[in-house]
């Protein structure tokens, strides 16, 4: 897999076996990065929007609670993942502190490595319902939401622009292409063309049930050039073409 489009875990930690660790389980699948804590640590996470953050409560320096409690609290940070290793006395101060699981140290690598696997897992399996779900009210008040409220927003005022893709996105959003198409698998589980599409089609959704507009119609108002391509992936989407829409909101008249 191309480094680029590795996920990226960064590790905050002075223990040699977790580093071990990372280099040789985690190394093959993903894009390892040390981190630290303080405001220097805190501007480089900014900045990194890694996918996931393993934090050992034992190394000496920031408090790993601290660390954990100011980006879950941060939005620009607070929909990154977060597993900490530490004792068991501090499980629970853990979990309060917003962490997404705690491993308790000295750690087992199996039981860590299923752990990162799974949060990943659900990431990818909660996609196809977002999908579904993207269009209601967004709840910006959760991490993430207030961003994903932008990008629709974006996608919404451009969305008859067959050329409005990823980089037009990033530069509107003031992103490079790189942090933009992260932020959003790590938001959504999906990439930057498929919050774009699923936004189009949706939208196409409204437009032919309203029964005012041709199929053609629709796929130039939502950026289609080619209806043929526009049915094809509108039914992907829905399990049905565009054409047994219309005929589905005729019968209803």
């Not at 050992?56 to 620009?76: F, M, R, V, W, Y």
Request: proline fraction near 4%; charge should be positive.
């Amino acid at each position: 897999m191309k480094s680029e489009y590795k996920r990226v875990i960064l590790i905050i930690s002075d223990q040699k076996d977790l580093h071990d660790f990372g280099r040789e389980v985690l190394g093959r699948s993903f894009h390892l990065v040390d981190g630290t804590g303080g405001e220097q640590g805190f501007a480089r996470i900014r900045q990194l929007n890694p996918d996931l953050i393993i934090c050992d409560l034992l190394s000496p320096g920031p408090d790993g609670l601290s660390i954990c409690t100011k980006l879950k609290s941060d939005p620009t940070t607070g929909h990154i993942s977060i597993i900490l290793l530490g004792p068991p006395a501090l499980e629970i101060d853990g979990f309060r502190a917003g962490a997404d699981d705690y491993i308790l140290a000295p750690f087992d690598s199996k039981v860590l490595a299923l752990k990162i696997k799974n949060l990943f897992r659900m990431r990818e399996a909660l996609y196809g319902q977002y999908l579904l779900d993207m269009f209601v009210q967004a709840g910006t008040d959760e991490p993430g939401g207030a961003f994903l409220e932008k990008l629709r927003q974006l996608v919404h005022d451009n969305i008859s622009s067959p050329d409005f893709g990823v980089h037009e996105m990033a530069f509107q959003i003031g992103l490079s292409v790189s942090v933009l198409y992260r932020k959003l698998r790590v938001l959504t589980g999906g990439t930057v063309n498929k919050f774009v599409k699923a936004i189009r089609m949706r939208r196409a959704m409204q437009l032919l049930e309203t029964g005012v507009y041709s199929v053609n119609e629709v796929a130039t108002a939502v950026g289609f050039e080619d209806s043929k391509y526009f049915s094809r992936e509108f039914r992907k989407l829905f399990g049905k073409t565009p054409m047994e829409v219309k005929r589905l909101r005729n019968k209803r008249d």
